[in-house]
């Protein structure tokens, strides 16, 4: 069973930074895609941003040019860089893994959940 574990959410004031991290832990697969959802209050889970194995990013509009997606390798963590944040941003961030090595964006074909971790921006 893959595990993956999210850490670096917290509260930021309107224009500051923040970096989640996602580690994967447990049966881990070799090559895999990682992606990052959000979920804010009474709306349904978003894309945010994925790398595939073979290194290709994809962003939302509406993170583009704010946001970086990295990681390493399979088993090391992997980071979403979250720059000049808003209000719009709250939200629960969470990762995902697919061993599909695929690109979506929708939030029901990623497998492999993390737990979740609360990102509040205040105005």
């Known amino acids: 069973q893959v595990q993956l574990v999210e850490s670096g959410g917290g509260l930021v004031q309107a224009g500051g930074s923040l970096r989640l991290s996602c580690a994967p832990s447990g049966r881990t697969f070799t090559r895999y895609s990682m992606g990052w959802f959000r979920q804010a209050p009474g709306k349904e889970r978003e894309f945010v941003a994925a790398?595939?194995?073979?290194?290709?990013?994809y962003y939302s509009d509406s993170v583009k040019g704010r946001f970086t997606i990295s990681r390493d390798n399979a088993n090391n963590p992997g980071y979403l860089q979250m720059n000049n944040l808003g209000p719009e941003d709250t939200a629960v961030y969470y990762c995902?893994?697919?061993?599909?090595?695929?690109?979506?964006?929708?939030?029901?074909?990623?497998?492999?959940w993390g737990q979740g971790t609360q990102v509040t921006v205040s105005s």
């Open positions: 790398i595939t194995w073979s290194g290709g990013i």
């Open positions: 995902a893994a697919d061993p599909s090595s695929t690109m979506q964006t929708r939030w029901d074909l990623w497998p492999y």
